[in-house]
């Protein structure tokens, strides 16, 4: 691969031959696919996220327990029965409750992108496509946005929508936490792909033909700036999971009678010296979902762009 | 001149080196760049001479390997992908690819020198051009920052650049493209090589900057007696500067000869149709006669002649696995083809 | 250089204003009542609730609310936290360890970036690099709150290499583990970018200069490549700080280390808001300086920047 990267650069010689090797030419989509199919990382960040995605839709397929079947007497007891990973300091099935953990991180960081990604596209794209006083207005506030450190941001409101009483177990309180916080990234990368699909000279052609705006974003600029705005919504989909963890961990998150990796990660801090087994198993299945989603995003950014390889 | 080989004896003794040998002599050169989409052979046999106060053109289209043979010569080609294959470079009785990777590496700079098309990007955007300078200095002569310094300005001074002392301390973005490239020259010439090899030195600038650049270089060529090869596509400038001139095609030299004789009567049918498509006063209202197709793809290089699918001239013969010898002509001309008569008209 | 200082500082002003109104902003706009979002569930007494609205003067308009935070921010005057001790001793207090904490992570992480980043650059594609590529994968995808507990876990208390928890005095050698944790949050962007950067830089005309001049090859890495790839690595770690301010929280809690994160971590926990929103306002002002200095020290490394 870096063969390939230091020829095309350093000589002209490839030159002549035309795009994509051999003669062979794909459009950029199966051409990713291509090398994807072949990437053994993209295969085991799906396997992964398959069985994660089970575990939040169907967690009775994996344990009979139920998660809120707590009996203080067995509290830190070891494994028995369906219970592999014994108890915790609360006398609750840890393995239970760590299936069941998959529900809500799943639930918290698909919305959570979901709206970041909206609020994202929205933003980059006006900013890129119509540029000029929109783009300078949008752009400062992106840059006000990043001063302010994402967790900081995320305790200041977490803490206020979570005060709410209507938010008995906080999901909604940290969806939108998430959501409203996390667009930043997605809004830049969309804006200057946009700008550089824009600055195509197709674009200027489809307009001079008279295409209006609608058909130049839809058919023209969007199809084409799409594929690092999905990457950097993979990874933040891992990212957004990873921080309701940590909400939930320092409080601001996930609460009451919600089942959370986070929350579980933080009541076993307190025991670690009796009990790793509370800390160890939510950790390892929060650790794997939110690298299994990075992996994804990685592996496809790479098939699009292999000259960051 | 007994000044610049005195301190090249001191500086660094190549072994083998015979200062009565010719200058510089390639044969045979092969290169290839292996590549996950396959090998692309980008010189296939280029060979040519030169003397001390000479200057050679290698004329060619992009992608014919002048500038992987030039690369070549220097020992600056990434290996990986690129492989040297066969062929020797003899610089003055010494085969460069058989030599240790120290000596090889104090053979550049201190006798082959190489300027480089696009000074901008040549350059390093974060040194003042004094450090690119002095370093030079610094690293092959041992010299203190400060004698360095001085030798820089002077080397400044010596391509004219105006105000040498001051300018020292800007960055290659402050000045204009052509001092750019007067810079660059600068660097190439400041430990006195005997060879000078220039990529394409003009080709990146207007061109009332191109004649002073390439005024500039014949001027200190001739003032050091130096061998120069000048790597071009574009035949304009060689016909104002050079000796000699290697057509090459398709990583094989096809056509060499003095220039005038080039001009007058090539005896390739790839020199002709270049002369050709030059645009002509006389001939205004005329249709440019333009070269059929493109270059052949580097991985897929036709059999028999090279040239075969775009050459009017082309029968049977040029479709075959044996390719066209080398005819001489004259004494100091050769060409690659089955039909030099034909072509030379005679 | 000067416009570029000015322009800079302009600039900072104006994100200094955006970014406190956020925080303030996302605090107390569009609320019903504000006392309960400072407190939560907390239950407080009449004369907390009248200390509360007038400190935050919640009787006037929101815009005048703004203005009276800003001033006391700038005034180093933050309030009273709900325990009734001075926000500003408080932050002085814990201050200096978390300083520490973050120097030796910064130190840490910028070496291992860019030493394995700029190997793994000039060797792409050998074991080396893939399995740093896969190293740095793993690392990107731990969440702090894994890292710092297990990491506590495996090599405070089972290994038992580090003491499990450091105090208020805390030495070098007791921060090296929390420090470490720490460090993993920014490291493999950084050794990400360097390795980007130094393998972009090997392929530009400039080093096929530097060494058509007979240079070493140490002294073109050295020299002419990495000065180069370092000035995309030295922006990215001022974004870092931000992420080191956020991981500190959950790190110092964990190791119960008593800086800024861990006063935070108990504010946030006892439901005081004032010292909430006084931490946090202070680390965003921290962040947005150290950004500056940042941007300063890029003008420094690239002279294209200065001469703009």
Known sequence: MSDMNALTAESPVLQPAPPGGAGKSRSLAADAWHDLRRSKIFWAALVLIVIVLLMAAWPSLFTSADPHDCVLSRKHAGASGSAIFGYDFQGCDVYAKTVYGARYSIVVGVFSTLIAGLIGLAVGLSAGYFGGWLDALLSRFVDVMLGVPFLLAAIVLGKRLASNPENSNGVLAVTLTLGILGWTTAARVMRSSVITAKNQDYVAAARMLGAGSGRLIFRHILPNSIAPYVVVLTILLGINIASEATLSFLGVGLRGDAVSWGISISEATGYVRVAPGPLIWPSVFLAATVLAFIMLGDAVRDAFDPKLR | MTGVTDIQAQIDPLPGLDPRAALLQVDDLHVEFRTRDGVAKAVNGAGFHLAAGETLALLGESGCGKSVTAQAIMGILDTPPAHITGGQILYRGVDLLRVSEEDRRKVRANRIAMIFQDALSALNPVYTVGFQLAELYRKHRGMSRKDAKKRAIEALDQVRIPAARERINDYPHQFSGGMRQRVMIAMALALDPEVLIADEPTTALDVTVQAQIMGLLAELQHQRNMGLILITHDMGVVADVADRISVMYAGKVVEEAPVYDIYARPAHPYTKALLESIPRLDLKGQQLNVIRGLPPALTDIPRGCAFHPRCGYAREICRMDQEPPAYQIAPHRIARCHFIREVLGV | ?308
């Open chain 3, 1 to 308: 250089m000067f416009r570029f200082i000015v322009r800079r500082l302009l600039q900072m002003v104006l994100t200094f204003f955006g970014a406190t109104f956020l925080v303030y902003a996302l605090m107390f706009a569009v609320q019903d009542d504000p006392i309960q979002a400072l407190v939560g569930e907390r239950p407080i007494t009449d004369s907390q609730r009248a200390a509360l609205t007038e400190r935050y003067h919640l009787n006037d308009s929101f815009f005048q609310q703004y203005w009276y935070y800003v001033k006391g921010l700038l005034t180093g005057d933050l309030g009273t936290s709900l325990t009734g001790r001075k926000i500003a001793d408080m932050l002085a207090d814990a201050w200096p360890v978390t300083l520490r904490l973050t120097l030796i992570a910064i130190v840490i992480a910028a070496t291992i970036a860019i030493v394995a980043g700029v190997i793994s650059a000039i060797r792409r594609g050998s074991i080396f690099d893939n399995a740093t590529l896969f190293v740095t994968l793993i690392v990107l995808a731990m969440p702090i709150v894994v890292l710092a507990p297990l990491a506590q876990l495996i090599f405070g208390i089972k290994l038992g290499w580090f003491p499990p928890t450091a105090g208020k005095d805390a030495n070098l050698y007791e921060l090296l583990l929390p420090a470490a944790v720490l460090a993993s949050l920014v490291v493999a962007t950084e050794l990400r970018v360097t390795r980007a950067s130094v393998a972009e830089n090997l392929r530009a005309d400039y080093v096929r200069t530097a060494r058509a001049k007979g240079l070493r090859r140490g002294r073109v890495i050295g020299v002419h490549v990495l000065r180069n790839s370092l000035i995309p690595v030295i922006t990215l770690i001022g974004v870092d700080i931000g992420a080191l301010m956020s991981g500190a929280i959950v790190t110092e809690k964990v190791f119960n280390i008593p800086g800024v994160g861990f006063n935070l971590f108990r504010g946030i926990r006892t439901e005081d808001g004032p010292l909430v929103v006084g931490f946090v306002s202070v680390l965003v002002i921290v962040f947005l300086v150290l950004n500056l200095i940042v941007d300063l020290l890029y003008a420094v490394l690239d002279p294209r920047i200065r001469y703009e």
